[in-house]
């Protein structure tokens, strides 16, 4: 009988995301991976669903749907998360002591959520810590009947800023420094801290969205012109002795890309003095990158330079 072939799939703002992967005698073996876009999201839930409901099909033409093993990871935006202490407790009665909590914190009636939790430090002797996750229940509904319309009944729904905590600790499990994984999308940056026994999660709503609004606004283009220009000359402006490239578009478009992410960097500081001040967390070793607006060009320079500490891309390998 041959093996089944495991897909991953990334639900993001403008993209979808496949990993198809068969088990090896190591683990697992990748055996193909593709990316399919969407349209901005406008925020009509049908064309929504069939934005993604088009590009599923896209991402899996060519593969045999009827035997895979699928989960899917969802955008942190759509997931109410929160992390939440609670006091030592006999492990009996931690179930009920976390819906207490859910029922006080999630901002819907719990009828009309799935939600789930999972204890990420567990003592008898001190306080416990937990992270919540809700998401609304029709929410997930179309999620999942846009998933089972083109491929099969998923195994597994994940929530993708946890779901990159998971991937990065096992990626880099000898790595015992407080980590920051900066996961700089479309619609949103999530900062992801890491330390040893720890974890906390951030949104941000300043990422590649923001950068092509901005260019639209500065250079006076629309939208598919700026978001063009960003794909095919942006690049994060180093700022003070550096010389301009002689392309005078993209040397103008790099200054605004700059100062967007100047932005996102104070936002970045902000939410670092948070996790320290409030979370008890240290100041981050080192910053890793990821994300599809990441990519843009001295993304890494620009952030070391500002944050004073080694930046990398992340490597999910």
């Known amino acids: 009988m041959s093996k089944p072939t495991i897909a991953a799939i990334d639900l993001g703002t403008m993209t979808v995301r496949v990993g198809l992967y068969r088990p090896h005698d190591r683990g697992l073996m ?33 593969v045999d749907r009827s035997s895979l093993r699928l989960s899917y990871a969802i955008s942190g935006q759509t997931v109410f998360t929160r992390f939440v202490k609670l006091p030592p407790s006999p492990p009996d009665q931690v179930a009920q002591m976390v819906r207490f909590e859910a029922q006080q914190n999630v901002p819907f009636p719990m009828a009309d959520v799935v939600w789930d939790y999972q204890l990420m430090r567990q003592s ?70 890491i330390e040893e026994g720890k974890a906390f999660v951030r949104g941000v709503l300043i990422a590649g969205n923001q950068i092509t609004q901005a260019l639209a606004k500065d250079m006076n283009l629309t939208l598919e012109q700026a978001e063009v220009l960003k794909r095919l000359k942006g690049f994060v402006g180093l700022g003070g002795a550096y010389e301009d490239p002689a392309d005078d578009e993209a040397a103008r478009a790099s200054k605004v890309i700059r100062g967007t992410m100047t932005r996102l960097h104070s936002e970045i500081t902000r939410s670092i003095n948070f996790y320290k001040g409030q979370q008890g967390g240290g100041d981050p070793a080192r910053v890793l990158l990821t994300g599809g607006s990441s990519v843009l060009p001295y993304m890494d320079l620009f952030f070391q330079d500002k944050l004073g500490i080694p930046v990398a891309m992340f490597n999910p390998f």
């Open 30 to 62: 990748l055996t193909g991976f593709s990316v399919a876009e969407m349209p901005p999201d406008t925020g009509d839930e049908t064309a929504r669903t069939g934005a993604i409901i088009a590009a599923l099909r896209t991402a899996l033409s060519g």
């Open 124 to 193: 008898s002797e001190s306080d416990m810590e937990a992270i919540i996750v809700a998401i609304k229940a029709d929410i997930l509904d179309r999620l999942n009947a846009a998933v089972v319309s083109v491929a099969c009944l998923p195994q597994r729904v994940d929530v993708a800023p946890l779901a990159l905590f998971n991937s990065v600790r096992f990626n880099y499990a000898d790595w015992r420094d407080s980590l920051l994984v900066l996961d700089i999308g479309a619609k949103s940056t999530n900062l992801i801290f």
